[in-house]
């Protein structure tokens, strides 16, 4: 066996592949990663990204603005890291067997809302990956770089080209073994690594540019498409941002766009629609890594409890969850709107007050649920709020169609 020292010589001079590539791949796979894909950095791929310009130039990220600003850097690794020859992609496979979305009676969370933060979680995995990377003759000094939703590279282009799934239609990176539901995280490096196939033969044919086209394996199949509540996507694996319940409810922290607000439906924090309707779901499995720690008691919370939540009240249940990142005002909105799609009357008297709340937006929200919940009622429940007022946009929002 060779000496871990051995092993830095021989990888830093040359590329790393096979049964090294594998030994370097288990150990990886062993600090919890379901997968672990290589791709190489092709000098060529740099520059091409015109499906990513369109989306940028159609406004398609609404009010994202630091996608805007880091754009050529998503386009180009090397403007990333200089001198990066691999991206390690991983995926942590978060699926589950509890029916939270199906569940009508309480507000539906994303599905990955109900883990602690995975930016934090599989962070840690990835310090670790770093330290096995430099082991194997990564440099040390920012030789490396890894991101896990927080940077600006093109997370789902790099784990296609690295086969560790293909784009479907709902732009969701799709895993062959855990469906819809895989994080994907990255590290670029300097170290070169024997590259993994892409998953479908069509996909080499895009060797060389950037993008690879979306819905490779979906063959006719639309479902997605077709399922989404805000008709968010347009084109096959183009979701446009301004439409998307996950964007509305998640990103946007002011007023959720009137149109889009019944769509929303009883979604509370982002949306999986497109996600769940998906027949490569079939091949999802339960969530066992050690990067991940379950929060599922967030299912469980009645409409009534997140109306009702105090700041104190707040901060402790969603104790490092990603939900914590929207603050209360923005759950009591999306709850707002919940509520206003509820059909439940029971919920008037809690709207009613939170129509009074310090928060515009918690405000303007608030008085649009009362008027869909009371109809003609509305007048009634709403009269101590309406003498308070004096937001122009909150007042809107007493005489909107
Ligand atoms: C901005 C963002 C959003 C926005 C915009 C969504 C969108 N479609 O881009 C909003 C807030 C709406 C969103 C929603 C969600 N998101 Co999001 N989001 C991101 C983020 C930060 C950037 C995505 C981006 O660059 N979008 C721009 C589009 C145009 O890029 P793209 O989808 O990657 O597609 C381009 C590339 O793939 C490129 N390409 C194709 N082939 C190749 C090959 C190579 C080599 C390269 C370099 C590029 C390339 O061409 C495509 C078209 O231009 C990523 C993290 C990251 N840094 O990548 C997470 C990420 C995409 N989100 C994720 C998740 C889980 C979600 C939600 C499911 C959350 C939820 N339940 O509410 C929804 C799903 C919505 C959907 N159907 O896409 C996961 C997806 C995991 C997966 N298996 O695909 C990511 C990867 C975060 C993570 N680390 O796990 N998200
Ligand atoms: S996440 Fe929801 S709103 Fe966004 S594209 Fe998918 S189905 Fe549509
Ligand atoms: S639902 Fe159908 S079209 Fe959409 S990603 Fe899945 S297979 Fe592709």
Redesign the pocket.
């Known amino acids: 066996m060779e000496s871990a020292e051995g092993l830095f010589v021989s990888a830093a001079s040359s590329m790393i592949s096979g049964e090294q590539r594998e030994q370097l791949r288990a150990q990886l796979q062993a600090l919890g990663f379901d997968e672990v894909r290589f ?1 190489a950095v092709e000098p060529s ?1 740099a520059a091409a ?1 015109q ?2 310009d369109d ?1 940028l130039q159609g406004g398609m990220q609404a009010d ?1 603005a630091w ?1 805007l600003r880091t754009a050529e850097k ?1 386009k180009d690794v090397q403007m990333v890291l200089p001198g990066a020859r691999t991206v390690v992609a991983f995926g942590v496979n978060y699926g589950s067997d509890s029916e939270n979305s199906m569940k009508a009676e309480h507000p539906v969370w ?3 809302a109900l883990y602690e933060d995975y930016h934090e979680t599989i962070a840690a995995g990835l310090r670790k990956a770093g330290r096995v990377l430099e082991e194997w003759g990564a440099a040390t000094q920012g030789g490396q770089r890894w ?3 927080t ?1 600006p ?6 784990a ?2 690295a086969g560790l799934g293909f ?1 479907g239609k ?4 799709i895993s062959r073994r855990y469906g ?1 539901w ?4 990255v590290v670029v490096t300097q170290l070169e690594i024997a590259p993994d196939a892409p998953v479908s033969a069509r996909a080499s044919i895009a060797q060389g540019r ?3 086209p979306a819905g490779l394996l979906c063959g006719k199949c639309t479902r997605c498409m077709v399922a989404c509540p805000t008709n968010a996507i347009p084109r096959p ?1 183009i ?1 446009d ?1 301004r439409r ?1 319940i ?2 509305q409810t ?2 946007n922290r002011g007023i959720i766009p009137r149109e889009l607000r019944t769509g929303i439906g009883l979604r509370v924090y ?3 629609v ?2 769940e309707v998906c027949p490569w779901n079939r091949f999802a499995q339960q969530a066992h890594s050690m990067l991940l720690v379950a929060r599922n008691e967030l299912a469980g919370l009645s409409l009534a409890e997140l109306l009702a939540l105090t700041p104190e009240r707040f901060a402790s249940v969603f104790r490092r969850t990603a939900v914590k990142r929207l603050k209360l005002v923005g759950l009591l909105r999306n709850a707002c709107v919940v509520a206003g799609n509820s059909g439940e009357r029971e919920h008037l008297a809690a709207l009613a007050k939170l129509a009074e709340h310090e928060s515009a937006s918690v405000r303007a929200h608030a008085v649009w649920a009362v008027r869909r919940l009371a109809g003609n009622d509305a007048e009634g429940w709403l009269q101590q709020a309406r003498a308070l007022e004096s937001d122009a946009t909150v007042l809107s929002e007493y005489v909107a169609d």
């Open positions: 791709a791929a990204g499906a990513f989306w994202m996608m998503r994303a599905h990955y991101y896990v939703d940077g590279i093109l997370e789902r282009g790099w296609a080209r784009r709902n732009g969701m990176l819809n895989l994080f994907l995280a950037l993008e690879e694996g979701v941002a998307c996950s964007y998640i990103e982002g949306c999986d497109c996600l």
